[in-house]
């Protein structure tokens, strides 16, 4: 067990049950970010919450990021905190980075230098990519964030493909509805062109990157918006990842992280377009123009509708792929796929639900009257 802030301690399964050491520490609140919880007996005599989570890439933990933040510090203001996993290393001090992050207003990379001081920390891959994700959005969890949304429909893509979305289909995964919440209040929206009916916002579009192939695979873990992620002052700008899916820890595995064990396995080439940290070179993306190529920076598509699902689609893509319809009229708008499509662009987009640009209208909301 190691103190990492005055009170905070990140520990393994063993740590959880020592009393001794708990009540010598003035320990209250016991965190556990596992699979199985501690027993009922034990976890009693304590004020106890348990997230379950996997020590897999694409196990979320940055979905359960406030709950657990709130936990410690409730634990914090009384006594200390023990938060834990199997081995403590991997998904407790994930949720622990988060936490300094958040609270101290600190970077990931001075969050891990902070508790490599006291404890050696291995984190697998996707909880990096999470790390990242929290901190291009400020250290806080925006759920309106673009980069946030696609993160959330990745993971909810990856359960829909292996039949165990379960309860996951809810409204917290789901966009508005503007016929519901009010499209007054959006800067666009469209609507159905045959009916009229108002769709969803403009703020539901999800924007995606001309690309050619599998170079196209640009999403929330592009480079473009996740920048400084080397946990030492080696100039990471130097790390050539044009030629492979390297993800950070392969960066890193270049760098003198002698201090901190962040060893992790590769990603499955199979699954690169999901969860896992799929990290390129956008410098040295090939974009053509005519027969010319160019390595430049490449441009959002402007070819095709992706968007994210809307309430009123719940219970018509609970399939892995389908049609989308109007709620309406029950024109054909698109189609959705789970496993994700090729748009003309080049780019594969995942999940994929695409609508024809030619069965809708965009619209902007006519501005209040000024009263006098």
Same mark, same amino acid.
């Given at each position: ?96 980075l ?21 404890? =050696?920390?291995?984190?697998? %891959?996707?909880?990096? *990519?999470?790390? #990242?994700?929290? +901190?291009?959005?400020?250290?806080? /969890? ?20 292996r ?7 809810d409204?917290c ?18 609507k ?13 579009l ?42 950070l820890?392969?960066?890193?595995s =270049?760098?003198?992280?002698? %201090?901190?064990?962040? *060893?992790?396995? #590769?990603?499955? +080439?199979?699954?690169?377009?999901? /969860? ?15 027969d ?24 018509e893509?609970s ?33 994929a ?20």
């Amino acid at each position: 067990m190691s103190e990492i802030l005055q009170g905070l301690y990140i520990g393994d399964q063993r740590d959880a049950y020592d009393d001794d050491f708990l009540k010598t520490n003035k320990i209250t609140h016991i965190l556990t970010i596992e699979m199985t919880p501690i027993t009922k007996d034990h976890a009693c005599n304590y004020a106890y919450k348990f997230v379950y989570a996997r020590d897999m890439d694409d196990q979320d933990l940055l979905g359960y990021f406030q709950e657990c933040f709130d936990f410690i510090e409730e634990g914090l203001g009384i006594g200390g905190v023990l938060v834990h996993c199997f081995a403590g290393s991997s998904r407790s001090a994930t949720i622990v980075l988060g936490y300094i992050m958040h609270k101290q207003g600190l970077s990931l990379r001075e969050a891990v230098g902070l508790i490599k001081k006291h404890r =050696k920390i291995r984190p697998n %891959d996707g909880f990096i *990519s999470q790390l #990242q994700l929290f +901190e291009l959005m400020d250290r806080k /969890i925006d759920t309106q964030h673009e980069q946030y949304k696609q993160y959330r429909l990745e993971n909810l893509a990856l359960k829909m493909q292996r039949g165990s979305h379960g309860d996951t289909m809810d409204g917290c995964s789901l966009g508005d509805d503007p016929l519901l919440s009010g499209s007054a209040n959006s800067k666009c929206f469209y609507k159905c062109r045959k009916c009229r009916r108002p769709l969803f916002k403009g703020s539901a579009l999800l924007t995606h990157y001309e690309g050619k192939g599998q170079i196209a695979f640009l999403n929330w873990k592009t480079p473009q918006t996740i920048n400084d992620t080397s946990f030492d002052d080696t100039d990471t700008s130097k790390v050539d990842t044009s030629n492979s899916d390297d993800t950070l820890s392969s960066a890193i595995s =270049k760098l003198d992280t002698s %201090d901190v064990d962040m *060893s992790v396995s #590769q990603p499955d +080439e199979k699954n690169n377009a999901n /969860i896992k940290n799929v990290i390129k070179d956008t410098s040295k993306i090939d974009t053509r123009v005519g027969d010319t190529c160019t390595a430049t920076t490449p441009m959002p598509c402007t070819r095709s509708l992706f968007i994210e699902p809307i309430k009123w689609m719940e219970n018509e893509i609970s399939e892995i792929e389908g049609k989308i319809m109007c709620p309406k009229c029950s024109a054909k708008l698109g189609s959705f796929k789970w496993m994700g499509e090729r748009c003309p662009c080049g780019t594969w987009v995942t999940p994929a639900f695409h609508i024809n640009a030619g069965k809708v209208d965009r619209a902007v909301p006519r501005p209040k009257p000024v009263a006098r």
